[in-house]
């Protein structure tokens, strides 16, 4: 199982931004799969993650309204579309994916993508 993150960068408040997470090794269907991040002085945390079992999406209540995961089965990359982007989604953004996966938290979930910045600033 691999992932790789990318499309990161640094973005002024209120702009926008796609994460890609190209995947290999499984098959996203069968794989709990989600965004993470971790801002620095804090815990790594969930922003986005889709139950494979039951087909439901998680977001944080943080960024409700404004990011939207997404899967193309086809070519197997998982993306985050971000809107209306903040200061405080500063952070290292990772992709993450787990067999199970009950919980969109990252004890929940056992395989990792390097990360990509995200810096919201003017």
């Known amino acids: 199982v691999q992932l790789q993150a990318s499309g990161g960068g640094l973005v002024q408040p209120g702009g926008s931004l796609r994460l890609s997470c190209a995947t290999s090794?499984?098959?996203?269907?069968?794989?709990?799969i989600g965004w993470f991040r971790q801002a620095p002085g804090k815990e790594r945390e969930g922003v986005s993650c889709?139950?494979?079992?039951?087909?439901?999406?998680y977001y944080a209540d943080s960024v409700k309204g404004r990011f939207t995961i997404s899967t193309d089965n086809v070519k197997n990359i998982l993306y985050l579309q971000m809107h209306n982007l903040k200061p405080d989604d500063t952070a290292v953004y990772y992709c993450?994916?787990?067999?199970?996966?009950?919980?969109?938290?990252?004890?929940?979930?056992?395989?990792w993508g390097q990360g990509t910045q995200v810096t919201v600033s003017s």
């Open positions: 993450a994916a787990d067999s199970y996966g009950v919980e969109c938290h990252p004890d929940d979930y056992d395989f």
């Open positions: 090794g499984f098959t996203l269907d069968d794989y709990a």
């Open positions: 889709i139950d494979r079992h039951d087909g439901s999406i």
